[in-house]
């Protein structure tokens, strides 16, 4: 089954305006970590922002935040103030306890910044 | 400070060749995985590691294995290359429970 879900297979949006990407989650673990990874044209995969499920708060790294709804299984991801180089595609992804580190990623988003 | 690094960046087999896909990492964590990315697609496990001379089978491992010697070191072997292995193959690696650094994938076509 799968245990991450990413509904939007693309979005616009225009420079400096915000964008939420859409991750919804399905595990029975109570301690579990959900990631975002941001993929360029070029490839590689890179790491934005962490949250643990024990996380009180909204994890946030620059101008990424995530918004994290436990109770509907949900982690969106909020990039503020878009920027062309935002453009790329976005994997949501989750590490379940006793996974030895292991990550499911989702189908992905592909964002694309109009200037 | 390299993190991971994979070679080749590109390769072309044959169907029935062999090959091996390198991956170091110089950031000495101790758990590392091999994904590959079909086009359009998410990342799929194919074999991970924990640690020195010990490995597990992923999602996705038929047609492939892999050893792991070292820390740093995680090579992955296909043997009789198909057509359906062609994809992006990605390696990566982190401490326990710390996010995974990704190497810049090698882009393996099977014809």
């Known amino acids: 089954a799968q245990k991450i879900t990413q509904t939007q297979p693309g979005m616009f949006v225009q420079e400096k305006e915000a964008v939420t990407l859409d991750c919804t989650y399905d595990?029975?673990?109570?301690?579990?970590?959900l990631f975002w990874y941001k993929q360029p044209s070029s490839g590689e995969m890179i790491f934005l922002i962490y949250q643990g499920s024990y996380d009180e708060q909204n994890a946030t790294e620059g101008r990424y935040s995530l918004n994290f709804q436990k109770a509907r299984k949900s982690a969106n991801l909020v990039i503020s103030a878009s920027q062309l180089g935002d453009s790329a595609m976005y994997f949501c992804a989750m590490r379940e306890v006793d996974s030895w580190g292991k990550l499911q990623f989702g189908a992905g988003t592909q964002v694309v910044v109009t200037p | 400070n390299a993190g991971v690094t994979q070679t080749p960046k590109f390769r072309i087999l044959k169907i029935g060749q062999s090959m091996t896909l390198q991956c170091t990492q110089d950031m000495n964590h101790n758990y590392m995985y091999w994904y590959r990315q079909d086009p359009g697609m998410g990342l799929k496990l194919i074999y991970y590691s924990v640690g020195a001379g010990i490995t597990d089978k992923g999602e996705v491992p038929n047609g492939y294995n892999v050893s792991r010697s070292t820390t740093e070191d995680f090579p992955l072997r296909l043997e009789l290359a198909a057509p359906s292995q062609t994809s992006v193959y990605f390696c990566?690696?982190?401490?326990?429970?710390?996010?995974?650094?990704f190497g810049p994938g090698t882009r393996l076509t099977v014809l």
């Open positions: 595990t029975s673990d109570q301690s579990y970590g």
């Open positions: 990566a690696s982190s401490y326990q429970n710390g996010a995974q650094y």
